[in-house]
């Protein structure tokens, strides 16, 4: 079966390019002039992944990925101008995945979307249940046991699932809406002080120097990345 696009644009010219493009790359792709428009098609169709232009008439983008998020789980890109940075930020909290600044390319509009894509993939088949063993830390998936640096090291549900998933995933950035949504599902995306709490706890028990951690790096804007000791630091 085709992945299904929903395009929230009302810019006519590019709302048609976009579409075409899409199709001609195998998605199904439905489109939508308006946030009205675009909420009804979305509950119809129940798309894959949504892009969303922020600036629509009616209902504009932003409280359409507010609707939208709040209904269904699944990836939202915003399409944006660059003067509509600062609702952006507002858009990621909601618990969109990324946005892209007109004018871009269809190559880069294409990459953010299986990656999104992939997001979505990953989030719904949690890694292999084989023991994980990097930078001091071992963590057994089907035991739900961590050791850190030899020692039993005690987790709770949420902190083991963050560091499974970012042990899983070690030196790739995985954004915090991802973790969100990964962990504690659809309806925490946004909740970034959830996390931010949950990663000081973990960092706690698992770094040597919890103030300087080296294990669970931030990358600033973007999210966090699991980091095995002797790589450096950004
Ligand atoms: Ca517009």
């Known amino acids: 079966m085709k992945t299904k696009i929903l395009l929230v644009e009302d810019d006519d010219l590019l709302r048609r390019s976009l579409a075409y493009r899409l199709e001609q790359e195998g998605y199904a792709v439905a489109t939508a002039e308006t946030g009205d428009a675009g909420l009804l098609a979305a ?97 057994d998936p089907a035991g739900r046991e961590v050791r850190v640096r030899g020692e039993r090291c005690d987790l709770s549900p949420k902190e083991f699932d963050i560091l499974r998933l970012l042990m899983a995933n070690a030196g790739v950035v995985l954004s915090a809406n991802y973790l969100l949504d990964a962990v504690w599902g659809p309806g925490y995306a946004g909740a970034l002080q959830v996390l931010y709490v949950h990663i000081g706890w973990l960092r706690q028990k698992i770094e040597e120097d919890p103030r300087g951690p080296r294990l669970i790096q931030t990358v600033r804007g973007v999210g966090y990345k699991f980091v095995a000791e002797g790589a450096t630091a950004p």
Do not use: C, W
Request: proline residues 6%; negative net charge.
């Open 43 to 139: 509950r119809l169709d129940r798309p894959d992944l949504a892009l969303v232009d922020i600036g629509l008439p009616g209902i504009n983008g932003i409280d359409l990925a507010r609707m939208l998020l709040r209904e269904m789980s699944l990836p939202l890109i915003f399409l944006t101008a660059r003067r509509q940075e600062t609702d952006v930020v507002i858009g990621l909290e909601l618990g969109a995945e990324d946005y892209i600044a007109k004018p871009f390319g269809m190559r880069e509009l294409l990459a953010r979307i299986r990656v999104a894509l992939r997001h979505k993939l990953a989030a719904a088949t949690l890694p292999v249940e084989a023991p994980i063993v990097a930078g001091g830390v071992e963590l």
